[in-house]
């Protein structure tokens, strides 16, 4: 989809809240505006979507359901921040990095394990010495990393991704916190995809068997998890996945957090 249209649709939802543009981009000659909405609340979820291009439909169920979206929010007393696709470039050309080549994904925080020896991802149990905000990496990310570090840390924070590597129709997602908060939200996207279940589902990670993934690789839910934010997620649905399918997990999963933010057991203010 070009980012001109893209853009004209999520315009469109400015009276939804504080619609602003948070950055631009200037890749292959072009300047792409930056989308965050705000929509006030008692209680706070941050949704992130679109880091990887070829994976369209987190972007595309924001676009479209927004209204219903922010419906719900407001029925529930939570507030949102929304950024519906962070890196345009790779959006438009249907590629996973942006038109530079770089990989706007991680990179929010790195890990010390030994005096001087810093991890962007932890393979296997290292010892932490600590963590610490990271201000490097493609400017995708410290555009959003920067505008969310603005704000105090949510009550929930959901990251939506496809996976480009799986194959077939089917859904699973990398959880921090109470995994049982998490177990109906997957339980109720069965209908719609198959669940990953008790297999390896890249290199390093491996699904249990409610379909869920630890892997503390940097992301943005890593670095939320670690200022003390409950329940954090990045959802996958494979990229086979029809968009009807793609958008009633989603949705399911925007839902479902936009309760476990209700809950307010987020970090003290």
């Not at 209204?67 to 719900?72: F, L, Q, S, T």
């Not at 438009?92 to 929010?108: I, L």
């Not at 009807?244 to 003290?268: H, Y």
Request: hydrophobic share 35%.
């Amino acid at each position: 989809m070009d980012y001109t249209d893209y853009a004209r649709r999520i315009r469109a939802h400015a009276s939804l809240g504080e619609l602003t543009e948070y950055g631009q981009v200037h890749e292959g000659g072009r300047d792409y505006p930056l989308f965050r909405l705000i929509v006030p609340g008692e209680r706070w979820l941050v949704i992130t979507s679109g880091f990887h291009g070829e994976e369209p439909a987190g972007p595309l169920t924001l676009a479209q359901h927004l209204p219903d979206v922010v419906a719900y929010a407001k029925s529930k007393g939570v507030g949102l921040r929304v950024y519906p696709c962070i890196n345009p470039s790779g959006f438009e050309d249907g590629t996973r990095y942006n038109r530079s080549g770089e990989h706007p994904n991680n990179d929010f925080m790195r890990y010390e394990i030994a005096p001087g020896e810093w991890r962007g991802e932890l393979i296997g149990d290292p010892t932490i010495l600590r963590w610490a905000l990271y201000d490097g990496g493609p400017k995708e990310t410290r555009a959003v990393r920067t505008d969310l570090a603005r704000f105090p840390p949510p009550d929930a924070a959901l990251d939506i991704h496809q996976d480009n590597y799986l194959g077939g129709v089917a859904t699973y997602a990398y959880t921090f916190g109470d995994k049982a908060a998490y177990v109906p939200m997957m339980e109720a996207c069965a209908p719609h995809a198959t669940v990953v279940r008790s297999r390896k589902v890249d290199d390093n990670s491996f699904a249990d068997e409610n379909g869920f993934v630890v892997f503390h690789d940097g992301s943005v839910t890593d670095w939320y998890t670690r200022q003390g934010v409950p329940y954090t997620a990045a959802l996958e649905t494979t990229t086979p996945t029809p968009r009807d399918a793609c958008d009633a997990v989603n949705l399911t999963w925007i839902r479902g957090f936009i309760d476990l933010a209700a809950r307010g057991e987020g970090p003290k203010r």
